[in-house]
């Protein structure tokens, strides 16, 4: 359990230099403050400002690939976790209510 948790942790630090990473690049490459593609959450990063700053890198199909991949596992990733998580719940439902 704990090397999970310190997994996914880990995952989300570097998640978060990635993502700032690359908004940065961004906002230098537009010359723009950062503040203006910081603001932006959830889809919009996810689907306009992030494709835009990966478009603009080299090797851009290459890491667009990447980018699109990587959000496919984690929609596959967190459909799999509900699923898992509402099965526990049945099972701890039942046996609250028939013991």
Known sequence: MVIV???????????????????GFLSAELKETVSKYAES???????????????RMPASP???ILFFLMLLALGLGSQV???????F???????VCFN
Not at 5 to 23: K, R, W, Y
Not at 81 to 87: K, R
Not at 89 to 95: A, G, K, N, R, T
């Open 89 to 95: 719940l049945e099972i701890f439902i039942s046996l």
């Open 5 to 23: 948790v310190s997994c996914d942790c880990l995952t989300g630090i570097f998640a978060g230099f990635a993502v700032f990473a690359t908004i």
């Open 41 to 55: 959450s959830g889809p919009g990063l996810a689907f306009i400002t992030y494709p835009e700053a990966i478009a």
């Open 81 to 87: 976790f509900i699923q898992i998580n509402l099965y």
């Open 62 to 64: 290459f890491f667009s």
